[in-house]
């Protein structure tokens, strides 16, 4: 139980584009999901917290306008990265939690998606 | 000062050594403790939570020191599958971001 997929896994994309990345908890409702970027040699870096329903809260010293979430419903958040530059290109993971799987509780634990390697050219 | 901070390595050791990590953190209100691992170009996995009494799981041993802020983590009889990066992450009370440290990463040799 407490499986979070990402998709796509992988995307290449032109400077100027934008990119939607989707997270989707499939066994359990997700109350709250958390985006995460990682550089090369670097650890998570915590991006936004989103709950289910309202507006995300943003990480200081990331642009909310430039990297849109949407928590829409209780199994899928998404995140798009607008006019992705090169500079954007890194490893995205999101992660959830919240509800209940199998009869135990998924409020305490965060159950990380496979990630999206971005690269953007 | 980082939050969690982490000895980045690397750490290369023969297989059947016994590897030891630390870890500090700086907020006197982290709460949960947590060490995960990460394969390269994959997802973090939890690989064990860190008790204040202490916990083993197999050859894993994790340890927590409240007083001196400092987690450790000790790999027992390593195995070449446990080459990958150890991350150190704490969860403050009352928030329900985790924090990550850089990682340290372990190759094990044959």
């Known amino acids: 139980g407490a499986v979070v997929s990402q998709h796509p896994s992988w995307v290449i994309c032109k400077s100027g584009t934008s990119v939607k990345i989707e997270c989707r908890s499939l066994?359990?409702?997700?109350?709250?999901m958390f985006w995460y970027r990682q550089f090369p040699k670097q650890s998570l870096m915590l991006m936004a917290t989103?709950?289910?329903?309202?507006?995300?809260?943003?990480e200081q010293g990331v642009e909310k306008d430039k990297f849109l979430i949407n928590h829409a419903s209780l199994t899928l958040s998404t995140l798009t990265v607008t006019s992705a530059h090169p500079e954007d290109s890194s490893f995205y993971i999101c992660s959830a939690s919240g509800g209940t799987s199998g009869g135990a509780s998924r409020t305490d634990t965060q159950y990380f998606g496979p990630g999206t390697r971005l690269t953007v050219l | 000062r980082k939050e969690v901070e982490q000895d980045p390595g690397p750490f290369n050791v023969p297989e059947g050594a016994t590897v030891a990590f630390n870890c500090t953190y700086s907020n006197s209100a982290s709460q949960s403790f947590f060490w995960y691992r990460q394969d390269c170009r994959k997802e973090p996995k939890l690989l064990m939570s860190v008790y204040s009494s202490g916990n083993e799981d197999g050859r894993f041993t994790a340890q927590l020191n409240r007083a001196s802020q400092y987690i450790s983590l000790l790999i027992r009889d390593s195995k070449l599958s446990d080459s990958a990066t150890y991350l150190c992450?704490?969860?403050?009370?009352?928030?329900?971001?985790?924090?990550f440290g850089q990682g340290t990463r372990l190759t094990i040799n044959p």
């Open positions: 992450v704490v969860n403050v009370l009352g928030a329900q971001k985790l924090v």
């Open positions: 989103s709950n289910e329903g309202s507006k995300a809260t943003y």
């Open positions: 066994d359990f409702q997700a109350t709250t």
